[in-house]
């Protein structure tokens, strides 16, 4: 595995150059691209320079990083020296659970794929859909990791990278024989509940014990949190109190309330079912720091391979906004080793450790460790 990393994409020759590096070597079984949404990609041309002859796929994140540093218009490649298997998802909207499983693979299985990196459109309502079909198909047999892709800025963009093409609605899968471990945690600390979630329909939740979504979160956050928030600062307060849906044995998930809709529901990232038992999550800053250490010890603890290894980091872009100049403390306590470590801020993270039900998770930290074979 090779890292290319270029801080400044307008630069068109070094994007050539790279890429006809990349192109010549002949030993590159695939591209992986990591893109930050401020990198003028369109303006410099950037997919007209990415190799045909050569798989690629990645994505556009809010932010991507490098070692300790967080880039905002530049680009990572990652080039994969294995053996690899892609599967394109090019609209998930026309994709029943019949086309899931053809398009699903059992030579993962057959032929020892051991690594799933997954990234899925961040704003697709079928993103629950794709979950649940992969993790009903491959079960344990795989680790997952990936995340959400997308842009905070301009939420219609096209942001899965597949070959030198950007599709909306849209999810890319690439199997690698490299082992791996994978560590989860959020850090995030219950403040109420639970409540039940009685009215609900995917990503939108209209009411909670029988009142509407935002009133109900409103009156709940003045009583426990002591905090005043209205339409006009939720977006700055609900960073801070996202909702917790109540596992068995494990962390909660963690569901982002992102907008107040005209019915006073609340869209989340992420599904939220029908009768499920929420909570309403606060945040305190030195137990989400160090949730992010803790997923990273997780992972290295869990890796017993005699190899090589790239850290790679899927963090959520709300822990940023939340921790804001503290989250350099969070890339810090992951980047603690001699190995290289890659990684970006999304709209969401997938990840199982294989041996957990996989899922997609909001404001939470993700650390792979990678086999470099």
Known sequence: MQITVIQDSTNNTE????FHKLSAEGNNSALMILIAENAPITQCGFLDYIPVEIPVFGGIFPKIIHQNKIIDRGIIILSIQQEIEII???DLSEIDRNTFSNLFSNKLLDEEFKTLITFVDGRSAEIEQLISELFNFYGIELNFVGGG???????EISSILIGNKLYKNAAVLAALKANSSVGVKHGWQKLAGPFSVTD???????KID??????????TIKKYGNVTVN???FSAISR????GIGKFDQEEIIRDPILIGTDDSLICVGEIAQNSLIYIMKGEENNIIEAAGEAYNEALTNFRYKNDYIIFFIDCISRS???EESFQQEIDIVNKNPNPMIGVLSLGEIANSGKDFLEFFNKTAVVALIEKI
């Open 15 to 18: 994007i050539a150059e790279s």
């Open 88 to 90: 394109p998802i090019e």
């Open 149 to 155: 892709c997308g842009s905070l800025s301009s939420p």
């Open 200 to 206: 609900a329909n995917k990503n939108i939740i209209s």
């Open 210 to 219: 029988g009142q509407p979504a935002f009133q109900f979160y409103k009156t």
């Open 231 to 233: 339409s006009e600062n």
């Open 240 to 243: 801070g109190f996202p909702f």
């Open 321 to 323: 906004l939340f921790l």
